[in-house]
């Protein structure tokens, strides 16, 4: 992430306190962003629930448009790590129970990262395409890691899936559906219960025996 922020203006030489600083300032953006969206939230209120004032918040950035870039390259961040802790789980564990934990895995960064999911969801129309690419082909990168599970899965003879790509989107979509609707989902669900239910559903439908 260093690399990909250095570009963003700072007047503090000391770079652990900048990146400090400066995941406090993307959390609270991602809250009211999500909450109310990039036109109504300003920056006087990203400094207030960051518990800065305004001219301390501008010591680590510098514009409102570097807020934007941040939560971004923040979010692309965490899910790249995401998609590494898969893959290098999933290396040790046969087909079967390496779809159950990159479900269970999936799902339990959308729900400890709801606001990021709510903020790209709402804003992705509005990036320039320099911002927008990089969300889409991380977010393929995370649907390729379901569709290299289901594929072994098949080739070994523990699933049978007639369209993998469906099944992997499916999958993808349930997990964003955890932070978009979780208000909804919460009625009948525990976070536990979600991922117990939608991974035995998944298993139902594509387990050969």
């Not at 779809?99 to 999936?106: P, Q, T, V």
């Not at 509005?126 to 991380?138: A, C, D, M, Q, T």
């Not at 790509?165 to 499916?170: E, K, Y």
Request: net charge positive.
């Amino acid at each position: 992430m260093k690399a990909e922020l250095s570009t963003v203006r700072t007047f503090s030489p000391n770079n652990g306190l900048v990146e400090e600083r400066r995941r406090q300032i993307i959390q609270a953006a991602f809250r009211l962003i999500a909450a109310r969206g990039i036109q109504k939230t300003s920056i006087r209120e990203i400094a207030s629930a960051s518990e800065m004032t305004i001219g301390n918040l501008y010591h680590y950035i510098g514009t409102r448009e570097d807020i934007i870039f941040l939560a971004i390259n923040y979010g692309l961040y965490q899910v790249r790590k995401l998609i590494k802790e898969i893959n290098d789980l999933c290396e040790t564990l046969e087909p079967r129970e390496a779809l159950k934990a990159a479900i269970d895995r999936y799902m339990r960064y959308h729900h400890a990262n709801w606001e990021g999911t709510v903020f790209l969801y709402k804003e992705m129309g509005s990036f320039s395409p320099s911002l927008r690419l990089p969300v889409i082909e991380v977010n393929s990168h995370m649907h390729d890691v379901f569709i290299r599970i289901l594929k072994k899965g098949c080739k070994t003879g523990v699933f049978a899936v007639t369209d993998i790509d469906l099944v992997a989107s499916t999958i993808v979509s349930m997990g964003d559906m955890w932070a978009l609707k979780r208000w909804q989902f919460k009625k009948n669900y525990t976070l536990d219960r979600y991922i117990d239910s939608f991974t035995e559903m998944i298993l139902a439908l594509i387990s050969c025996t």
